[in-house]
């Protein structure tokens, strides 16, 4: 069984469950990041759900989502008022305060694929004219960071990804360094973004989303082997919420090299 609950909210919610099964919480970003995760939005949560979902029912457990912002995601989860997080990645730096404690990681539940999104009349033009990359606020365009400390490209900020993805679709920036998914899912959802792709000859990143804990690393091995003796299954969530991977999503877009 699945919960969704504010913060304020997680320690009634976990109450109201089945006091017969283990209940965990688990914190996550408090962005739209369909079709990965959304859990502002409990009609529409995204792939992670219905993963836990169906682990959940494997294993007779309870899971409490709450949506948090990334900063104090991370120390929830130190703090323990989670009990596990996600997304998180070994890679990202994310070490606790108190440095006495382990940080456990799940294998990564899916690989994500860190784009630059251009108007299809700038595809293929290479570096050379590419002046301006908007993102996301809280989000680090890694693979770009040099060229922007070197002044090459101008870093314009925005609320979010649709936002981003507006101001390329009217030509007022070069791109969006957007998750390929997430914005074929806001193109596909919002008629006035047209005329918008990938450019894989621009600069792009491909990670693994893992869950991590302090607390738990028992409940991460369980995961990990229902995702490992479940491959069907996972794959049939995959192509209900059409997650492709990187490798497969660069070879279809790709373009030649500028």
Not at 26 to 50: A, C, K, R, V, W
Request: glycine residues 6%; aromatic residues 10%; proline residues 7%.
């Amino acid at each position: 069984m699945l919960l969704y609950a504010p913060l304020h909210g997680v320690c009634q919610q976990a109450g109201a469950a089945d006091s017969r099964k283990p209940v965990y919480v688990i914190g996550s970003e408090n962005i739209g990041y369909y079709p990965h995760y959304d859990f502002m939005n409990s009609e529409q949560p995204g792939y992670l759900s219905s993963l836990l979902k169906l682990f959940a029912e494997q294993y007779n457990l309870e899971l409490v989502f709450v949506a948090l912002p990334n900063k104090r995601l991370h120390l929830a989860l130190e703090q323990g008022v989670v009990d596990l997080a996600y997304p998180d990645n070994p890679n990202w730096g994310k070490k606790p305060v108190n440095r006495q404690l382990s940080k456990f990681y799940s294998q990564p539940i899916t690989q994500v694929l860190g784009g630059t999104i251009v108007h299809t009349r700038q595809k293929g033009k290479g570096l050379r004219e590419f002046k301006s990359l908007v993102v996301p606020f809280g989000f680090t365009p890694i693979k770009w960071q040099q060229r922007i400390d070197q002044n090459e490209v101008r870093l314009v900020q925005v609320a979010d990804a649709l936002k981003a993805l507006e101001l390329v679709q009217r030509q007022r920036v070069s791109g969006a360094d957007i998750e390929f998914h997430v914005a074929m899912h806001l193109i596909d959802t919002h008629p006035q973004l047209t005329n918008l792709t990938l450019d894989p000859g621009l600069p792009y990143d491909i990670v693994g989303f893992s869950i991590s804990t302090y607390k738990h690393p028992e409940l991460l091995k369980q995961l990990d082997a229902f995702i490992a003796t479940h491959p069907n299954e996972i794959l049939e969530l995959k192509q209900r919420y059409g997650l492709r991977s990187p490798k497969n999503i660069l070879e279809q877009q790709a373009s030649p090299s500028p």
